[in-house]
C-alpha cells in the first residue's frame, strides 16, 4: 500500500506544477499567490510521501485529496485532474489493506497447516 500510495503522491505533486503553469495564465490569481500554493502542494504531497509510514499520514493523504479536488475553483480542470488522484489514491488504500488481509489469511493458514 504504502509504495502505491507514495507513487500517486509523487505524481499529484508533479501534477500541481503543471496545473500551475496553466493556472498562471487562465486565472486572475497574482502569479505570487499562485506559486506559493502550488509550491505549497507539491511540497505537502512530496513530503506526505515521505511520511507514508505512519498510519496518520494516510487520513492525512486522504484529506489532501480533498484539497486538491477543491482546487478545481481556481483551475477547472483540477476538478478532474483530483477525482482521478483521488480515485487512485481510495484505489491503492483499497488494494493494499486487501492485500494485507490476504498475507494474513496465507500466513495463518501456513501456521495451521504446520
Known sequence: M???CSAVLAFEALVIGFAALVAKDLTEVSDGALWAVAGGGAAAA???TGLLGHRWAYAAGSVFQLLLVASGLVVPV????G???AGLWFGALWLGQRVARLQ???RSQAAADQ
Open 46 to 48: 512530496l513530503v506526505l
Open 104 to 106: 494474513a489469511a496465507a
Open 2 to 4: 504504502r509504495g502505491l
Open 83 to 85: 477525482v482521478v488522484f
Open 78 to 81: 483540477m476538478f478532474f485532474l
